[in-house]
């Protein structure tokens, strides 16, 4: 299977990339191909200046994502959650490349879903509790994530979300460490 993972934190380090990083080196060395995006990397333009009347015009860095993206079988979007939502640097990302002629299309006034037959899997991170991330945080992320992922085709199952909560500045080691842990034995059962 191919694999891409999308580090959506927008920075250069940060515990959602870490366990990215953590996932990848697990994953990496089986029997699957994995490349990934670190959407920090990428230069472009973070506004859809008018929409989708008159599309800017992609970046090279964004083509390349294009073409990742539909090279992949399967997507992993590792991003915090803040205010309930994801980062605006991945939410622009997301804008700028699942384009209708990309990710779907009209025709006849009947909606073509053009990344059909693609899953994805959202790992994030949030400071509320485990309650709350395990039940309306993972709700607002399969509202506001998942349906779009759906709306191009792209298969998002429930069980596919997971909000590791409770994450802090003040954070102990011992429970991001059983974090790591879990996120690793995820990565096997791709």
Not at 83 to 107: C, H, M, N, Q
Not at 148 to 168: E, H, M, P, Q, V
Request: hydrophobic residues 40%; proline residues 3%; contains cysteine.
């Amino acid at each position: 299977m191919n694999i891409l993972i999308i580090d959506g934190y927008p920075g250069k380090n940060g515990l959602s990339k870490y366990l990215m990083e953590k996932y990848y080196e697990e994953i990496k060395n089986s029997k699957h191909f994995v490349k990934k995006i670190h959407v920090y990397n990428l230069k472009f333009d973070f506004i859809l200046h008018e929409g989708y009347k008159n599309q800017n015009p992609l970046e090279s860095d964004l083509k390349k994502a294009q073409e990742l993206i539909s090279w992949a079988d399967h997507l992993i979007f590792f991003y915090p959650i803040w205010w309930t939502d994801i980062p605006s640097l991945l939410k622009s990302f997301f804008e700028r490349i699942f384009l209708p002629g990309f990710a779907f299309k009209y025709v006849n006034g009947k909606k073509l879903k053009l990344l059909k037959g693609k899953s994805a899997e959202i790992i994030a991170t949030g400071g509320a509790s485990n309650i709350f991330c395990k039940t309306l945080g993972k709700m607002a992320q399969y509202r506001v994530f998942g349906v779009n992922l759906r709306f191009c085709g792209i298969s998002t199952k429930w069980s596919k979300i997971k909000i590791y909560g409770k994450i802090k500045p003040s954070t102990k080691k011992e429970y991001i460490e059983r974090i790591v842990l879990n996120i690793k034995k995820r990565a096997r059962k791709v």
